[in-house]
């Protein structure tokens, strides 16, 4: 009787990466290969995910949301480090604002609301009830000046205003002065928690030692993180200052050397070099200024699709590099510049060579689903960014509006005429034209939920499908991947049909 290895035939296994990516001249995407499965030895929950977003900093869970203005200010850079992950804060603002993003999501306390809603005593029911339905917040703190940072003056909740009537009636005869609240140098959940269980209240706000308004819990909030799925594990903690992780991006303009230097003074851990094309000489010049002037801030690279753009920027100093070009949902750069290339292909080139610079990459764009994950991972990618997954959440900047009856927010690329008007046109290196071409589009999303809930269970499945082909982390992928043991297969336009929902005459997706 023959053996299992005779049985087997060469071909029957697969190909390797290299085999499958230099055979041939097309480029191919996550949806054009299938990993092959191995044997599973343990359970998926003992997966680790844990990896690399730069050489010195490592991420629980390898997701990353992208810096683009309907994607990632305070709220999700704070919800993302909360899952584990890090949220990367856009530039296209004022360095004002961009530096208020930063201070609130380094400042921001797990737990807590992340805008409480501030009135002055001058506001009146008018004004409250304005706010209201601005921010669907019930609970309003009422402060000196109608600030956040400044004195604490009283507290106005649905039992002080429901019933009244006149909208003219001055705030301050509503609220209740005498509040209980809880300096922030003791603040925390589980004090929270107490604090509700005692007084039967709903709401604790949180000052500092001069009784300055710097946040608060609401009880509605916390039941609300209680019905979402557990995190998994801690969130992401810089090193540096025991804060959650945040990043931010920034172009390569001269003026961009003032803004960096004022997030940098704001706490941010990383930041992104943000340009749709990484190799030009603007961005080596602002790589080499950003190691020379903030020798401690670990610096992303990119965009790369290309093996010498991974060497360039590599030995510049690039702490991590960024894979991608035109593989977004709202990128046009492959259809109107000609330039780019298939993510999948692009992801395994780029982190071969950058691993040999002990660069980790971050797979940038195309990702619809679980599934793009874990290829991504699969292909050597240490961690993934991801815009449209993560847009039309709740974090997500904007407001929902319904249109045609379903509940929608506004996504759009940071190449769109849109966007470039409001300024990011210099990630385009475009910033001197007066002729504007877009790369991207505009368009809305339906709503997602929260990313607090969406998170963990999408972590779970990148944990099944790694189970599936036999890693049990990242690190453990990367090595099988270099030694020739992950491997692959194209996938036919047939394949893919089969391999995705068929022959039904209606069906409900829900993916969790």
Not at 218 to 238: D, I, N, Q
Request: net charge neutral.
């Amino acid at each position: 009787m023959a053996s299992i290895e005779d049985a087997i035939e060469p071909w029957m296994g697969g190909s390797t990466a290299v085999q499958l990516f230099s055979s041939g001249t097309a480029t191919r995407t996550y949806d054009d290969l299938i990993v092959m499965p191995r044997e599973i030895t343990f359970g998926a929950h003992e997966v680790d995910l844990s990896s690399q977003l730069t050489k010195k900093i490592r991420l629980r869970t390898p997701l990353v949301s992208s810096p683009m203005d309907t994607v990632t200010e305070a709220a999700m850079a704070i919800a993302m480090a909360e899952v584990g992950g890090i949220g990367i804060i856009h530039y296209n603002c004022t360095v004002e604002e961009q530096v208020e993003q930063v201070r609130i999501a380094k400042a921001h306390i797990p737990g807590q609301v992340v805008f409480p809603a501030v009135l002055g005593p001058d506001s009146c029911l008018g004004d409250l009830l304005r706010l209201k339905e601005e921010t669907d917040e019930t609970a309003f703190c009422v402060t000196a000046d109608g600030k956040l940072g400044s004195k604490l003056l009283g507290l106005a909740t649905p039992a002080d205003y429901s019933l009244v009537s006149d909208a003219a009636t001055p705030v301050s005869e509503l609220m209740v002065r005498e509040v209980e609240s809880i300096n922030e140098g003791s603040a925390s959940v589980d004090g929270a928690l107490a604090f509700f269980q005692r007084t039967k209240r709903g709401c604790l706000p949180v000052v500092d030692g001069a009784g300055n308004l710097t946040g608060l819990f609401t009880r509605a909030a916390l039941v609300g993180r209680r019905a979402m799925p557990s995190p998994g594990g801690e969130p992401s903690r810089s090193a540096r200052d025991g804060r959650l992780l945040v990043g931010a991006s920034v172009g390569t303009r001269e003026s961009d050397k003032e803004r960096l230097r004022r997030l940098v003074a704001a706490g941010i851990d990383v930041v992104v070099l943000d340009s749709s094309q990484g190799w030009s000489r603007y961005q080596l010049e602002m790589l080499r200024h950003v190691k020379e002037a903030h020798p401690d801030l670990q610096v992303i690279a990119g965009n790369v699709v290309s093996a010498p753009q991974v060497v360039a920027l590599a030995r510049a100093g690039a702490d991590g590099l960024r894979v991608g070009m035109g593989s977004g949902s709202i990128c046009t750069t492959q259809e109107v510049c000609a330039v780019g290339r298939g993510q999948a292909e692009a992801v395994f080139e780029c982190a071969r060579v950058a691993a040999r610079f002990g660069v980790p990459v971050l797979a940038d764009g195309g990702v619809q689903n679980g599934g793009h994950i874990t290829k991504a991972l699969a292909l050597g990618a240490g961690t993934v960014m991801c815009g449209s997954l993560f847009a039309g959440t709740a974090e997500a900047p904007g407001r929902f509006v319904v249109v045609d009856g379903v509940r929608v927010k506004k996504y759009r690329g940071m190449g769109s005429l849109e966007a470039m008007t409001k300024g990011s046109e210099q990630r385009y290196l475009s910033d001197t034209q007066s002729l504007k071409i877009a790369q991207g589009v505009a368009g809305t999303v339906r709503d997602k939920g929260h990313v607090r809930r969406n998170v963990p269970f999408l972590a779970q499945a990148v944990r099944q499908g790694f189970q599936d082909f036999g890693c049990r982390s990242v690190a453990d992928a990367q090595a099988a991947l270099a030694a020739g043991e992950l491997r692959f297969r194209d996938r036919t336009g047939a394949a893919m049909v089969e391999g995705s929902i068929h022959d039904m005459h209606s069906y409900t997706k829900q993916a969790w």
